[in-house]
C-alpha cells in the first residue's frame, strides 16, 4: 500500500498500491467499488467534493482525474523528469526550452507559466527478459535516454541524440511524439553526446562517445554528408556566425576548431582568430 485518504462526503476510501493500481472501497463495509490503473505508481492521493481525484505520481506527473464524470478526460497538472539526470537543454524562441534525459521522456517548458507545455517518448520500453519481480518489467535501456538535444528553428525540427547511438528526429516543438523519419540515424554504438543545428537550420552536427563525428543535410533527408574520428568524443560546440566553422571542447580535455568545408581539425588557432560566434557555450 503505498497511500491512501478517506472522504466523508462520499463514505469511501481511496487507497493506491504498488503496482500501479488505486481501489475505491465502501467505508462501511470495506468491500471494494470499483478500481483503475495508472501509468506509474501513485504515490499520493486525495479528493475534493466533486470526487475528483487528485493523484501524485512516482514519475513526477500530477494527475487530475475526474471520477463522477467520465467524459471529462484526465488533467495532468504537473510532468517532470523524474529519473536520472537531464542532460540534454536546448532554447526555444518565446521564453521556452525543450529537454531530454535518462527518464525516455522529451519535455518542452514554458519559462513565462513554468510548465511543461509537451511531452514525448524517446522509445517505447522494452520488456525486461530477466525481471524479478513487476517493478522490473520494464527497464530503461540506452535506447530510452538522452543527453543532448537541438532545436531547428527554422524547420520547427527537434533532433535528439540517443544513447544507442542513433539520432531521432522529432516533427515539432508539438509534436514531440511523431517522427519525421521512419527510422533513426545510425551513427555509432555509442552515446550521442553533443549535436547542435546551424542558425538558419540548414546543418546539424553530431558527435559520439564513440570519437564519431558526423555532418548531417538537414534539407536532404537529414543524409550524413560528412565523417571523421577524433581522438574523444565532443562534450560542448558552437558554430561560429557564417557557419563555417565550430569550435568544441573533447572528452580528453582539449579545446579545437574544425573547418566544415574541408571537415578536418584546424591545426593553428590563429587562422580563426577573425572568426565571429554569436554564442559560446
Known amino acids: 500500500?503505498?497511500?491512501?485518504?478517506?472522504?466523508?462526503?462520499?463514505?469511501?476510501?481511496?487507497?493506491?498500491?504498488?503496482?500501479?493500481?488505486?481501489?475505491?472501497?465502501?467505508?462501511?463495509?470495506y468491500k471494494k467499488l470499483d478500481s483503475f490503473e495508472m501509468e506509474s505508481v501513485v504515490k499520493s492521493i486525495d479528493v475534493n467534493e466533486d470526487e475528483d481525484i487528485?493523484?501524485?505520481?512516482?514519475?513526477?506527473?500530477?494527475?487530475?482525474?475526474?471520477?463522477?464524470?467520465?467524459?471529462?478526460?484526465?488533467?495532468?497538472?504537473?510532468?517532470?523528469?523524474s529519473e536520472g539526470s537531464v542532460g540534454g537543454l536546448d532554447f526555444i524562441p518565446?521564453?521556452?526550452?525543450?529537454?531530454?534525459?535518462?527518464?525516455?521522456?522529451?519535455?518542452?517548458?514554458?519559462?513565462?507559466?513554468?510548465?511543461?507545455?509537451?511531452?514525448?517518448?524517446?522509445?517505447?520500453?522494452?520488456?525486461n527478459p530477466y525481471a524479478q519481480k513487476?517493478?522490473?518489467?520494464?527497464?530503461?535501456?540506452?535506447?530510452?535516454?538522452?543527453?543532448?538535444?537541438?532545436?531547428?528553428?527554422?524547420?520547427?525540427?527537434?533532433?535528439?541524440?540517443?544513447?544507442?547511438?542513433?539520432?531521432s528526429i522529432r516533427k515539432g516543438m508539438k509534436k514531440l511524439n511523431e517522427r519525421l523519419l521512419l527510422n533513426d540515424i545510425n551513427v555509432s554504438d555509442k552515446p550521442i553526446t553533443e549535436l547542435k543545428y546551424t542558425t538558419y537550420g540548414d546543418l546539424l552536427i553530431a558527435s559520439s562517445e564513440s570519437g564519431d563525428l558526423v555532418l548531417l543535410d538537414a534539407n536532404v533527408d537529414y543524409e550524413i554528408v560528412k565523417r571523421m574520428t577524433l581522438t574523444s568524443h565532443l562534450i560542448s560546440l558552437d558554430w561560429d556566425i557564417n557557419n563555417k566553422y565550430i569550435q568544441a571542447v573533447t572528452g580528453d580535455n582539449k579545446y579545437i576548431f574544425i573547418n566544415i568545408e574541408d571537415f578536418t581539425e584546424v591545426d593553428d588557432p590563429l587562422k580563426v582568430n577573425g572568426v565571429e560566434w554569436p554564442r559560446i557555450t
Not at 497511500?3 to 504498488?18: E, Q, W
Not at 514519475?59 to 510532468?79: A, M, Q, S, W
Not at 529537454?99 to 522494452?126: A, H, P, Q, V
Request: hydrophobic content about 35%; glycine content about 4%; charged content about 25%.
Open 1 to 29: 500500500i503505498q497511500n491512501l485518504t478517506f472522504s466523508n462526503r462520499f463514505d469511501k476510501i481511496y487507497v493506491s498500491d504498488s503496482l500501479n493500481y488505486v481501489y475505491i472501497l465502501n467505508e462501511k463495509d
Open 54 to 81: 487528485a493523484m501524485g505520481l512516482k514519475n513526477g506527473d500530477i494527475i487530475i482525474k475526474h471520477y463522477r464524470d467520465p467524459t471529462k478526460r484526465e488533467v495532468t497538472f504537473l510532468k517532470c523528469h
Open 94 to 127: 518565446e521564453n521556452r526550452v525543450i529537454t531530454s534525459g535518462e527518464d525516455n521522456k522529451i519535455l518542452l517548458w514554458n519559462l513565462r507559466s513554468k510548465k511543461c507545455e509537451c511531452m514525448g517518448l524517446i522509445n517505447e520500453l522494452l520488456p
Open 134 to 167: 513487476p517493478s522490473e518489467v520494464y527497464m530503461f535501456q540506452a535506447r530510452n535516454k538522452s543527453q543532448c538535444i537541438s532545436y531547428n528553428v527554422s524547420k520547427d525540427h527537434v533532433a535528439v541524440g540517443i544513447n544507442d547511438g542513433t539520432i
